[in-house]
């Protein structure tokens, strides 16, 4: 059985994105580095079926939602595999890139665990069989 929580946005609960794809994500209220999520509890308890709120890095945020999951699915135009939203400005993306380092910097610390991260920016078009199969910028 697949879980409620599966193919749907974190953030806004609707199809179509994910959490680091929504335009409707908002930071965590308590450490400020994640983003909060929107969950359904899927365990078999008293509270089945309960929405809540949590944070993406963790930190212990918890907040049940009084709001029921709306119906009525929305889309969005395209796609992205960017961290960023197409209203984000340079300034925020470094930010973003900065708590994300912090985050991964406390994580290796407080659990002691060596994190290796692979990260490509590129600015515009690049055209790889122009070069040779090389990347020169």
Same mark, same amino acid.
Request: charged share 30%; glycine share 8%.
């Given at each position: 059985?697949?879980?409620?929580?599966?193919?749907?946005?974190h953030s806004c609960r609707q199809p179509g994105?994910?959490?680091?794809?929504? *335009?409707?994500?908002?930071?965590? *209220?308590?450490?400020? +580095?994640?983003?909060?999520?929107?969950?359904?509890?899927?365990?078999?308890?008293?509270?089945?079926?309960?929405?809540?709120?949590?944070?993406?890095?963790?930190?212990?945020?918890?907040?049940?939602?009084?709001?029921? *999951?709306?119906?009525?699915i929305v889309m969005y135009e395209g796609e992205?595999?960017?961290?960023?939203?197409?209203?984000?400005? *340079?300034?925020?993306?470094? +930010?973003?890139?900065?708590?994300?380092?912090?985050?991964?910097?406390? %994580?290796?610390?407080?659990?002691?665990? +060596?994190?290796?991260?692979?990260?490509? %920016?590129?600015?515009?078009?690049?055209?790889?069989? +122009?070069?040779?199969g090389e990347n020169r910028h």
């Amino acid at each position: 059985m697949i879980g409620k929580n599966r193919g749907i946005c974190h953030s806004c609960r609707q199809p179509g994105h994910y959490l680091l794809e929504c *335009p409707r994500k908002r930071r965590c *209220p308590v450490c400020g +580095e994640g983003f909060v999520k929107w969950m359904e509890v899927e365990k078999k308890t008293v509270n089945i079926g309960k929405l809540f709120f949590c944070c993406s890095s963790d930190c212990g945020f918890f907040k049940w939602s009084d709001v029921a *999951p709306k119906k009525e699915i929305v889309m969005y135009e395209g796609e992205s595999s960017c961290i960023c939203s197409a209203k984000s400005t *340079p300034k925020n993306d470094v +930010e973003d890139f900065s708590r994300m380092f912090k985050s991964l910097a406390r %994580i290796s610390e407080e659990k002691n665990v +060596e994190i290796s991260l692979n990260l490509t %920016i590129r600015k515009g078009k690049s055209n790889v069989e +122009e070069n040779g199969g090389e990347n020169r910028h």
